[in-house]
């Protein structure tokens, strides 16, 4: 009798199942990008499913660092309270972008153009400050964000860092938050990263810069992907590549759309609406074959972080239907065929 009662009282906790980060735990971790409203209504869906955790946009330049000497911790510190509450790890992102940074960085309060001493000595005083501040919750950081070209003659980036400092920008970022925190795994980052032509720009970058002495220890994969492509036997040909140079890699930013816009070139407004049954189908089939690959590269993928909780947060908008989790925070179809 009292054996029939047990289970029953267990029952209810058997039928949830197991949550994504119990799922993956002997491949990698699986993380999630938070904004603050998460942290405060979506605790349980959270502590369930991930255990390792990005903030999608307060540990940014231009949100934690908006001006010279002053600082906005507050959105960073709520996410990373939390995660330091419930023993979850972070991911660090971003330090050095051409989107949401610390612009006035470039500009003297003279009016003058930053020199380059100038704008490293801020550089510097930005990344000591930041990854010195969550050295105890963040493991890995993105130190540098997108600075390859999609196309075009030149490999990287036409970027306001760029034009300045050439490839001193990211030698200096990296050396930098390697002196704030010796024990943090410091990534490269960028979208689009399995397109051959680009996927050989970053090998070619990152295999220079570790040359020389960077001290990179792995590439971010954004994986802002979409029901039409990529094909993921490119994603496996990238990994392999990207392993001969690199420990670690991560998929930083997942979340496959309904719609086909790719990478760089995202346009919301033709958000795919109603989905048929066909895109959702299409969809598990993208995200069943990407999870495949990536658990045959477990060796080096060491976490898999999806950008965005639920459909509501997401960052391509609801009606793309990009993560796991409905507006409403509920698991989807596609939760159970990754979840698997
Ligand atoms: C996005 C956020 O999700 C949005 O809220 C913000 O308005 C723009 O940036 N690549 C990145 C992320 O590295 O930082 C971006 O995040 C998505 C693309």
Redesign the pocket.
Known sequence: MKKTLFLLLLLPLLAQGKGLKDTYRRHFLIGV?L?TRNVNDDRQLIIRNFNSVTC??AM?PAEIHPAEGRWNFREADSIANFCRAHGIKMRG??LL?H??FADWMYTNADGTAATREEFLRRLHDHILTVVSRYKDVVYAW?VA??CVADGGPTPYRDTRHYRLLGLDALRYAFRYAREADPNALLFY?D?NAFQPAKRDRIYNMVRQLKEEGTPIDGIGL?G?YNIYGPDMALVDTALTLYSTIVPHIHI??LDIRLNNDMGGALDFQRQAQPATPEQLEAQKKQYRDLFRVLKKHRKTVDCVTF??LTDRDS?VGPTNQATLFDTEGRPKPVYDVVNH
Do not use: I, L, S
């Open positions: 990008a904004n999608e946009n940014k992102h971003t972008w989107a949401q993105d964000n997108e980052n979208y954004q802002h930083t930013e950008w965005n960052w």
